[in-house]
T-cell receptor, first 111, second 114 residues
Framework: GESVGLHLPTLSVQEGDNSIINCAYS??????FIWYKQESGKGPQFIID?????DKRQGQRVTVLLNKTVKHLSLQIAATQPGDSAVYFC??????????FGQGTRLTINP | SAVISQKPSRDICQRGTSLTIQCQVD?????MFWYRQQPGQSLTLIAT?????????ESGFVIDKFPISRPNLTFSTLTVSNMSPEDSSIYLC???????????FGDGTRLSIL
């Protein structure tokens, strides 16, 4: 089977509940942040992004919050569904389009 | 967003051999990137594939081990040379989504070295 995410932090939530995935980033100069979702056997898929001039951005069932003071990023997923089960990565953008990825969190949705 | 195809999707190789991974994009892009994702780990940038010039490698990655080609704006290859079991990873190609836009990824090549 897929070996991605075997040693990652995990979060389990009940189907229908909301989930919050947290990420601490390292570079106070980063000005662009992205959340990716990686399902087994696939590459990372873009979910939502936010720029450093914003504190909050909402998408469909997802919200990203940015706290620049403590260099913290979170992804909120509302009304979780079985298809939300995946590994979630935050990424921060440095100069020249270089992305630096966080360690990832495995989200499991329990029926 | 661009459609990114990687070949092969997976392979099992003998140590000491080399494997070339291909990345094809359905539209012209300026920036293409190669990442490694070791088992249970996050993604680490190997290099930026530059069209018409040598790739730009990140710290810890060298051209002799990971030669990269970028013959045009829609295609790139990454070779993993003289493989050892420590090279067993997922290798991912990504492309820029435009200025200030997120990178998009292919589904990766799952490489196992015996």
């Amino acid at each position: 089977g897929e070996s991605v995410g075997l040693h990652l932090p995990t979060l389990s939530v009940q189907e229908g509940d909301n989930s919050i995935i947290n990420c601490a980033y390292s570079n106070s100069a980063s000005d662009y942040f992205i959340w990716y979702k990686q399902e087994s056997g696939k590459g990372p898929q873009f979910i939502i992004d936010i720029r450093s001039n914003m504190d909050k951005r909402q998408g469909q069932r997802v919200t990203v919050l940015l706290n620049k003071t403590v260099k913290h990023l979170s992804l909120q997923i509302a009304a979780t569904q079985p298809g939300d089960s995946a590994v979630y990565f935050c990424a921060e953008n440095h100069a020249a389009q270089k992305l630096v990825f966080g360690q990832g969190t495995r989200l499991t949705i329990n029926p | 967003s661009a459609v990114i195809s990687q070949k092969p999707s997976r392979d099992i190789c003998q140590r000491g051999t080399s494997l070339t991974i291909q990345c094809q994009v359905d539209s012209q892009v300026t920036m293409m990137f190669w990442y490694r994702q070791q088992p249970g780990q996050s993604l680490t940038l190997i290099a930026t594939a530059n069209q018409g010039s040598e790739a730009t490698y990140e710290s810890g990655f060298v051209i002799d081990k990971f030669p990269i080609s970028r013959p045009n704006l829609t295609f790139s290859t990454l070779t993993v040379s003289n493989m050892s079991p420590e090279d067993s990873s997922i290798y991912l190609c990504s492309v820029e989504g435009g200025e200030g836009q997120p990178q998009h990824f292919g589904d990766g090549t799952r490489l196992s070295i015996l």
